[in-house]
C-alpha cells in the first residue's frame, strides 16, 4: 500500500506494517567483511551498517546520472576521491532502538519519489572550494601530514577556548574554518605530550588506520581498544589486532540485545601526566575526513604526590569519580587499571560534567546515575531558574533515530523532554505544549549538496521501515546548516542537546554526546517509571554556566565560531546555526534505503541503495 505524507509517497509492504513499535531502524551487517587475500575488496574491511556498505559501494562504483542535460551541469564524478584506502563505512550509532528478535525481514520496495530537482552547478560547487587550505582531490592524509606542522596547536589548546571543545577539520571547505579545528593527528601529536601508553574507546574502528594516526614514535607504545564487537566482527578485528604486538582488545559487555558499544573516548597518558578526549567520529578514515564532529579535549592532567588517597584531584563537577564510575561499569580488570591511573592525576581543572549511558535495568536512586534521568538530576542540582524559562525551547541535532513510538507522547515529548526541560531544584513540571521541540536532521538536499554527495547519507542510517512508522516525528524536524563554522556542506556526525533562549542569542547548557535520538541510547522509563532500561554505551560532556563561573544561568552564543576577539571568551561556540530553520513543505528527511534518482549530487551521481 502507499502512505502520503508532506514528506512524500512512499512504499509499505505488509511485513513493515507488522513491525513491532520498538523495532529497530537497521541491524549492524558483518556482510562487507571480506578477509584480506582473497581479491579485490567488495566493501570495507571492517563490520559496517548496511548503510555504510551501500555508501561504499556507490562511492566506489557510482550510479551515473543519464539526463545529459543535468549531468553537464554538475560537477564530474572524477572530482571525487575513489580511491578505495579508507573508504570504509560503518553504523555509528546506537542510534537506533532494538529489532524484535522475532520481527519477520522486512522487503524491499521500489518507493516512489518526489524529490525538488535543485541542480547544483558545477561552477558553484567549485566556488566552495576556493582558497582551501584542503582540496577536494588531495587525500586526507596527504593534507593532515603538512597542517599538523604548520599549526601551533599548543597554542590553539590554551588560548581562547576556554570550553575546550573543538571541531574536526574537513576536507573542502576554506581554511580559515580549519584554523581553529583538530584532527585526530594533532590530538595524537608529541605537541601534546610525550606518550606512554593510550586506551581508545570506539564503535567502528579500523586498526590499520588508527595505528597510522598515531606519530611513527608513538606507533608502538601500548594501546588498548574498548569494543562491543561480536562472533564474525570481533574475530576480524582480532585479526587486524594481532598484527601488532602493542595492540590489546577489551570487549565491552552487551548482555541486553540490540545494544551497542557507542561511546567515543581516548585515554592518553603521557610522562608529563594525562588527557581525556570525549568525541564523535568512529576510528575509520571517513569520520575524520568530510563530516562535522564534535570533539572535547581535557587539560593535561597533572600526576598527584606519590601516596595521595582520597577525594584529592576531584574537580567541582566530580568528573574524576565519575569518570572512574564508567570505567567501572564494564567490570573488566584492564580498565581497573586505568581507573587507578586516573586516581593518581589531578582532574581539579575539569569545568564540565561527564554524562554517559551503560546497558542494564536501573532502579531506585541508581536510575539517576545514567542515560537522560542522569541529565535531568545535574540540570536540577546545578542550573538556576530563568523567567519565562517554558518559552526557551530545546534543540537535539543527531545523525541517526530511533523508534520514538506511535505518537510524541509515548518518550520524546514526556520522559526525554521532562529531562530536558528542567532547570533548578524549584521547577515545576511544565505543560509539554509549552516548551517548543527543534530537532535537526539533514534533508535529502543537504546531503545531495554536501561535499561527499549521496554516500554522506551512509552515516545517517533513518531507514523507511522506521520513518514509516512515526511521521508525526517530521514535523519537528529542522535543516543541517553550519555557516557559522563553515561546515553547512559537512554532513553532521556531531550529536549536540541544548536549551537555547526565544531569539537564541544565550544557551542555558549545551551538550556534545555519542548518543542519538533512541531510546537505546537515553533509556527508557518501565514498569510504571520505577525502572529505566539502557541498551547501549555512550558518554558526552555537559556544559553549565555555573561551572564556568557565570551567575547569570546561561552562555551567549559566539556568532561566529571561528570569530575573533570582539566576543566575550564566555560566548559558547555552537557550530551550526541557530536558530534553525524548519522543513519546508517539499523538504524530507534524509531516508538512506529508498532510491533518489531525480537529480544528482555534487559528483553527478545518484543513489541507489541495491
Given at each position: 500500500?502507499?502512505?502520503?505524507?508532506?514528506?512524500?509517497?512512499?512504499?509499505?509492504?505488509?511485513?513493515?506494517?507488522?513491525?513491532?513499535?520498538?523495532?529497530?531502524?537497521?541491524?549492524?551487517?558483518?556482510?562487507?567483511?571480506?578477509?584480506?587475500?582473497?581479491?579485490?575488496?567488495?566493501?570495507?574491511?571492517?563490520?559496517?551498517?548496511?548503510?555504510?556498505?551501500?555508501?561504499?559501494?556507490?562511492?566506489?562504483?557510482?550510479?551515473?546520472?543519464?539526463?545529459?542535460?543535468?549531468?553537464?551541469?554538475?560537477?564530474?564524478?572524477?572530482?571525487?576521491?575513489?580511491?578505495?584506502?579508507?573508504?570504509?563505512?560503518?553504523?555509528?550509532?546506537?542510534?537506533?532502538?532494538?529489532?524484535?528478535?522475532?520481527?519477520?525481514?522486512?522487503?524491499?520496495?521500489?518507493?516512489?519519489?518526489?524529490?525538488?530537482?535543485?541542480?547544483?552547478?558545477?561552477?558553484?560547487?567549485?566556488?566552495?572550494?576556493?582558497?582551501?587550505?584542503?582540496?577536494?582531490?588531495?587525500?586526507?592524509?596527504?593534507?593532515?601530514?603538512?597542517?599538523?606542522?604548520?599549526?601551533?596547536?599548543?597554542?590553539?589548546?590554551?588560548?581562547?577556548?576556554?570550553?575546550?571543545?573543538?571541531?574536526?577539520?574537513?576536507?573542502?571547505?576554506?581554511?580559515?574554518?580549519?584554523?581553529?579545528?583538530?584532527?585526530?593527528?594533532?590530538?595524537?601529536?608529541?605537541?601534546?605530550?610525550?606518550?606512554?601508553?593510550?586506551?581508545?574507546?570506539?564503535?567502528?574502528?579500523?586498526?590499520?588506520?588508527?595505528?597510522?594516526?598515531?606519530?611513527?614514535?608513538?606507533?608502538?607504545?601500548?594501546?588498548?581498544?574498548?569494543?562491543?564487537?561480536?562472533?564474525?566482527s570481533k574475530a576480524e578485528l582480532h585479526a587486524q589486532a594481532h598484527q601488532y604486538e602493542n595492540v590489546r582488545l577489551c570487549q565491552a559487555k552487551l548482555d541486553i540485545a540490540f545494544g551497542t558499544h557507542h561511546t567515543k573516548?581516548?585515554?592518553?597518558?603521557?610522562?608529563?601526566?594525562?588527557?581525556?578526549?570525549?568525541?564523535?567520529?568512529?576510528?575509520?578514515?571517513?569520520?575524520?575526513?568530510?563530516?562535522?564532529?564534535?570533539?572535547?579535549?581535557?587539560?593535561?592532567?597533572?600526576?598527584?604526590?606519590?601516596?595521595?588517597?582520597?577525594?584529592?584531584?576531584?574537580?567541582?563537577?566530580?568528573?574524576?569519580?565519575?569518570?572512574?564510575?564508567?570505567?567501572?561499569?564494564?567490570?573488566?580488570?584492564?580498565?581497573?587499571?586505568?581507573?587507578?591511573?586516573?586516581?593518581?592525576?589531578?582532574?581539579?581543572?575539569?569545568?564540565?560534567?561527564?554524562?554517559?549511558?551503560?546497558?542494564?535495568?536501573?532502579?531506585?536512586?541508581?536510575?539517576?546515575?545514567?542515560?537522560?534521568?542522569?541529565?535531568?538530576?545535574?540540570?536540577?542540582?546545578?542550573?538556576?531558574?530563568?523567567?519565562?524559562?517554558?518559552?526557551?525551547?530545546?534543540?537535539?541535532?543527531?545523525?541517526?533515530?530511533?523508534?520514538?513510538?506511535?505518537?510524541?507522547?509515548?518518550?520524546?515529548?514526556?520522559?526525554?523532554?521532562?529531562?530536558?526541560?528542567?532547570?533548578?531544584?524549584?521547577?515545576?513540571?511544565?505543560?509539554?505544549?509549552?516548551?517548543?521541540?527543534?530537532?535537526?536532521?539533514?534533508?535529502?538536499?543537504?546531503?545531495?549538496?554536501?561535499?561527499?554527495?549521496?554516500?554522506?547519507?551512509?552515516?545517517?542510517?533513518?531507514?523507511?521501515?522506521?520513518?514509516?512508522?512515526?511521521?508525526?516525528?517530521?514535523?519537528?524536524?529542522?535543516?543541517?546548516?553550519?555557516?557559522?563554522?563553515?561546515?553547512?556542506?559537512?554532513?553532521?556526525?556531531?550529536?549536540?542537546?541544548?536549551?537555547?533562549?526565544?531569539?537564541?542569542?544565550?544557551?542555558?547548557?549545551?551538550?556534545?554526546?555519542?548518543?542519538?535520538?533512541?531510546?537505546?541510547?537515553?533509556?527508557?522509563?518501565?514498569?510504571?517509571?520505577?525502572?529505566?532500561?539502557?541498551?547501549?554505551?555512550?558518554?558526552?560532556?555537559?556544559?553549565?554556566?555555573?561551572?564556568?563561573?557565570?551567575?547569570?544561568?546561561?552562555?551567549?552564543?559566539?556568532?561566529?565560531?571561528?570569530?575573533?576577539?570582539n566576543e566575550p571568551m564566555t560566548s559558547f561556540p555552537v557550530p551550526y546555526d541557530l536558530p534553525p530553520e524548519q522543513y519546508g513543505s517539499k523538504d524530507r528527511p534524509w531516508i538512506w534505503n529508498i532510491p533518489y534518482t531525480?537529480?544528482?549530487?555534487?559528483?553527478?551521481?545518484?543513489?541507489?541503495?541495491?
Amino acid at each position: 500500500m502507499y502512505q502520503e505524507s508532506e514528506h512524500g509517497k512512499w512504499t509499505i509492504s505488509s511485513s513493515d506494517e507488522s513491525m513491532e513499535e520498538n523495532a529497530d531502524a537497521e541491524k549492524p551487517s558483518t556482510s562487507s567483511l571480506s578477509r584480506s587475500g582473497h581479491g579485490k575488496t567488495s566493501g570495507p574491511q571492517y563490520p559496517c551498517s548496511e548503510a555504510r556498505n551501500v555508501a561504499h559501494k556507490r562511492k566506489v562504483s557510482p550510479t551515473k546520472c543519464t539526463d545529459k542535460s543535468i549531468s553537464t551541469e554538475i560537477s564530474p564524478a572524477k572530482k571525487q576521491r575513489t580511491s578505495q584506502e579508507g573508504l570504509g563505512w560503518c553504523l555509528s550509532s546506537s542510534d537506533e532502538d532494538p529489532e524484535s528478535e522475532n520481527q519477520p525481514k522486512y522487503s524491499q520496495k521500489v518507493v516512489k519519489e518526489e524529490e525538488p530537482q535543485i541542480i547544483v552547478p558545477e561552477k558553484q560547487f567549485l566556488r566552495r572550494c576556493e582558497d582551501n587550505e584542503l582540496s577536494v582531490s588531495q587525500k586526507p592524509e596527504e593534507h593532515y601530514n603538512v597542517a599538523s606542522k604548520g599549526q601551533d596547536t599548543w597554542d590553539l589548546l590554551n588560548e581562547g577556548n576556554p570550553f575546550r571543545f573543538f571541531v574536526t577539520k574537513v576536507r573542502g571547505i576554506k581554511s580559515k574554518y580549519n584554523s581553529g579545528a583538530l584532527h585526530i593527528k594533532d590530538i595524537l601529536s608529541p605537541l601534546f605530550g610525550t606518550l606512554v601508553s593510550s586506551a581508545q574507546f570506539n564503535y567502528c574502528i579500523d586498526v590499520k588506520w588508527l595505528i597510522r594516526q598515531y606519530p611513527p614514535e608513538f606507533r608502538k607504545k601500548p594501546l588498548l581498544i574498548v569494543h562491543g564487537e561480536k562472533r564474525e566482527s570481533k574475530a576480524e578485528l582480532h585479526a587486524q589486532a594481532h598484527q601488532y604486538e602493542n595492540v590489546r582488545l577489551c570487549q565491552a559487555k552487551l548482555d541486553i540485545a540490540f545494544g551497542t558499544h557507542h561511546t567515543k573516548m581516548m585515554l592518553l597518558l603521557y610522562e608529563e601526566g594525562l588527557r581525556v578526549v570525549i568525541h564523535t567520529s568512529n576510528l575509520i578514515d571517513d569520520d575524520w575526513d568530510q563530516k562535522t564532529q564534535g570533539i572535547w579535549l581535557s587539560p593535561l592532567y597533572s600526576r598527584l604526590p606519590h601516596g595521595t588517597t582520597g577525594s584529592a584531584g576531584e574537580s567541582l563537577t566530580n568528573f574524576k569519580s565519575d569518570l572512574i564510575n564508567y570505567l567501572m561499569s564494564y567490570n573488566s580488570p584492564t580498565l581497573k587499571e586505568w581507573a587507578d591511573i586516573i586516581q593518581e592525576h589531578d582532574l581539579s581543572e575539569t569545568r564540565v560534567y561527564l554524562l554517559g549511558s551503560t546497558p542494564g535495568r536501573y532502579q531506585g536512586n541508581q536510575k539517576e546515575k545514567w542515560g537522560h534521568l542522569r541529565l535531568r538530576k545535574l540540570l536540577k542540582e546545578y542550573t538556576s531558574q530563568i523567567p519565562a524559562q517554558e518559552s526557551w525551547p530545546v534543540i537535539g541535532q543527531f545523525s541517526s533515530i530511533g523508534s520514538m513510538g506511535a505518537d510524541q507522547s509515548k518518550w520524546l515529548c514526556s520522559e526525554f523532554q521532562e529531562s530536558l526541560v528542567t532547570l533548578g531544584s524549584n521547577t515545576k513540571t511544565l505543560a509539554k505544549p509549552d516548551v517548543p521541540i527543534h530537532l535537526i536532521y539533514p534533508t535529502v538536499d543537504n546531503v545531495r549538496q554536501s561535499l561527499e554527495g549521496y554516500p554522506a547519507g551512509g552515516s545517517l542510517p533513518y531507514s523507511i521501515q522506521t520513518a514509516q512508522k512515526q511521521l508525526w516525528l517530521h514535523s519537528y524536524f529542522h535543516k543541517w546548516s553550519a555557516e557559522a563554522s563553515g561546515r553547512s556542506h559537512a554532513m553532521p556526525h556531531i550529536k549536540t542537546y541544548m536549551r537555547p533562549s526565544p531569539d537564541f542569542q544565550k544557551i542555558a547548557w549545551f551538550l556534545v554526546t555519542s548518543a542519538n535520538l533512541s531510546k537505546a541510547a537515553w533509556g527508557a522509563l518501565e514498569k510504571n517509571g520505577t525502572q529505566l532500561m539502557i541498551r547501549s554505551y555512550e558518554l558526552g560532556v555537559l556544559f553549565l554556566p555555573s561551572a564556568f563561573g557565570l551567575d547569570t544561568g546561561y552562555f551567549h552564543v559566539k556568532t561566529k565560531m571561528f570569530s575573533g576577539s570582539n566576543e566575550p571568551m564566555t560566548s559558547f561556540p555552537v557550530p551550526y546555526d541557530l536558530p534553525p530553520e524548519q522543513y519546508g513543505s517539499k523538504d524530507r528527511p534524509w531516508i538512506w534505503n529508498i532510491p533518489y534518482t531525480k537529480a544528482p549530487d555534487t559528483h553527478g551521481n545518484m543513489w541507489v541503495p541495491s
